[in-house]
């Protein structure tokens, strides 16, 4: 393991004070919080390492201390410590209280739009002449991707806690977008950060948050994309904790997080196992997601974790590619376990623990971390993890669109690229599901940037 799971890797979040849309920070408290979950810290929870369960059955996802296996935890400032209490006791209730269950399935019925088609794509079936491919169809929600379904329960959480303003960071804007029509349609206060480089890529989205009320607030610093607006995001969060719920976009940060986003979206899988019933009487062979901090995969893999006869499968962002000085976002792929964001989990770091600038053509996916459970599944061989390069998901953000009808967001290309792989492999009869996370609408300037396609010209 890298040795350094340094100050700066630990909470990604400067010792410097700055003024932010909406709120002036100072960061003292996270340059605390940083000592205290550094080398030391994470060196004693490796040390602790339980003995490997037999079963994935036998392990209880998180554990009491908010750990899958040894990842997770809370490396937060002081400051937030109450509130991630507060949180995780109120959680806790509304998770067993029939009347919040109600409101909110009722919102994701009539006005998310679930439950959504699981769909036959029958020329990418005839293309591979293999097993046959399933769509989870995420692209049709409200807003058009998957993060609506987390925005919504939040939302509702947030209500119930008396917090009237919301802060979220996001990377390809469909997070930003969901948490700004959750807070229009509930009358809330909210703040997106987001990097610059991505407003600029994802000018459609900036532009859909900011006509729904929200006050978007450019990231410039470090790489200006997901990772610097997340960072953001937590110094808001530390200023403003007593009136601000942050509503998080991934299966990632302190828990209790990524058990709370998990389970807002583990809805995809539900409805997933009950589609597969009703369409073949069975389960599926494979799942496959795109992986950036990993909500959508998780959201499917959950249901199906202890069907270990099924076959979970996350596609990383290889960018450039995975060869020595190329730019990627394969964390699970290339990366070593550390500290950021508040969760201890695998990062693209260096040796001293710096985080290295991470790269994909898709903003959603551009990010140097992931979620813990994804972390905890790869070294437990529940779920395994490839990756996908740039051209690799243009190739089949193109292929889709040409042989379904079906535009689909560059972060899902991934995983449609991966299919080229994959197939070869499976018989005649089997089935898998891919999560179609996200329409790819938002992405026509970037891929129109990168490919040949002028109508006269095939690519």
């Not at 991505?198 to 948050?209: G, H, I, S, T």
């Not at 000085?325 to 550390?338: F, I, M, N, V, Y």
Request: proline letters at 4%; one cysteine or more; hydrophobic letters at 40%.
């Amino acid at each position: 393991m890298a040795s350094a799971i340094s100050a700066q890797a630990t909470a990604s979040v400067s010792s410097r004070a700055a003024v932010h849309c909406g709120a002036r920070v100072s960061s003292r408290s996270t340059s605390v919080a940083a000592r205290r979950g550094g080398v030391a810290v994470t060196r004693a929870v490796i040390s602790d390492r339980p003995a490997t369960p037999v079963s994935i059955k036998d392990v209880q996802r998180p554990d009491k201390t908010g750990r899958f296996g040894v990842y997770g935890g809370k490396y937060v400032p002081e400051t937030l410590i109450p509130a991630l209490l507060a949180l995780e006791a109120e959680y806790a209730l509304l998770a067993g209280d029939a009347a919040f269950q109600a409101e909110l399935n009722g919102i994701l019925k009539d006005y998310v739009g679930r439950a959504n088609p699981l769909y036959f794509a029958e020329r990418l079936t005839e293309k591979y002449g293999t097993a046959d491919i399933y769509l989870k169809r995420e692209d049709l929600n409200h807003t058009g991707a998957h993060k609506i379904n987390n925005a919504v329960g939040q939302a509702l959480l947030a209500k119930r806690m008396g917090k009237k303003r919301i802060i979220a960071e996001t990377g390809a804007g469909q997070h930003g977008v969901a948490t700004a029509t959750v807070c229009a349609r509930f009358g809330l206060e909210c703040i997106i950060y987001m990097g610059a480089n991505d407003m600029e890529r994802q000018k459609l989205n900036v532009f859909r948050m900011r006509l729904l009320g929200a006050t978007v607030c450019p990231v410039r610093a470090g790489t200006a994309t997901l990772k610097d607006a997340t960072s953001e995001a937590i110094r808001d969060w530390v200023t403003n904790v007593e009136t601000t719920h942050y509503i998080l976009g991934s299966v990632a940060g302190p828990h209790p997080y990524p058990m709370m986003v998990r389970d807002f979206h583990a809805v995809i899988g539900r409805e997933a196992r009950a589609q597969s019933l009703e369409k073949w009487g069975g389960k599926p062979d494979v799942l496959i997601a795109c992986v950036g901090g990993g909500s959508n995969a998780m959201g499917l893999f959950h249901e199906f974790i202890d069907d270990e006869d099924v076959r979970l499968i996350g596609i990383e962002a290889a960018g450039e590619g995975l060869g020595p000085g190329q730019k990627h976002a394969a964390t699970l792929t290339l990366g070593t376990p550390g500290v950021l964001h508040g969760s201890f989990s695998y990062l693209i770091q260096d040796e001293e623990g710096q985080i290295v600038e991470p790269h994909s053509i898709s903003a959603g996916l551009d990010y140097p971390g992931i979620g813990p459970e994804h972390s905890f599944l790869k070294d437990f061989g529940r779920a395994e993890y490839h990756a996908v390069t740039d051209q690799e998901a243009l190739d089949a953000f193109v292929l889709v669109s040409r042989m379904e009808g079906i535009i689909p967001a560059l972060e899902t290309s991934h995983a449609f690229a991966y299919l080229e792989k994959l197939m070869p492999t499976m018989k005649k009869g089997q089935k898998v599901i891919l999560n179609c996370s996200g329409r790819g609408d938002k992405d026509v300037n970037t891929a129109a940037a990168a490919l040949n396609i002028s109508g006269e010209v095939d690519v």
